[in-house]
């Protein structure tokens, strides 16, 4: 599933004017570029109906060279082969593996780690990359205003007991077979649990990527 194109355009101007903005000096250059980033929001607000003025606000936040975005997630198993999925609270109680954005001073398999922690009470010694996606080129919905790259982690179980949080409901293992139907289909979709599964059981795959 493709995205609407005024959301490609949108994005794409607003990188533009944020990347313009960061470097140029020239006040007339920064007055163009401020106008492009305006122009960016108009389009965003026209397609996905939100208020100009929200939008307006999500870009004057964004400075320094535009790049895109890091989420991490982690495929982990226990003994039976299952995998731990979480319900998250912020998309009504919908299934996912646990993940998030990654922090600032922890690598990104320190911040997987760190995500499954908090929100499954699990911790995990990460054992390798299995996939590098681009959010955009994955058919997830909804769709998001920036461009997300999304780091799918295998983690090995090493301690800790299951446990809710203010981002999570519950905290279960699933066998292949028992995958709930209603995933956030925003964070994880069901090709990439099935790929997680492959990766699981056969280490000497290599890592996907785009």
Known sequence: MSEPEWLIWAREVQAIAQTGLTFAKDPFDRERYEMLRTLAAKVMAR???????????????????????LEVRTGVFDAQNRLLMVREVLDQNRWTVPGGWADVNLSA????????WEETGYTVRMTRLAMVLDRAKQGHEPPEAFSITKLFFLGELTGGAPTTSIETSEVRFFARNEIPHDLSTGRISRQQIDRLFAHHADLSLPTEFD
Do not use: C, M
Request: proline share 6%.
């Open 109 to 116: 398999s320190e911040s997987a780690a760190k995500e499954v």
């Open 47 to 69: 397609g996905s109906g939100a208020p100009i003025r929200q939008i307006e606000n999500l870009f004057t936040q964004q400075t320094g060279y535009a790049t895109p975005k």
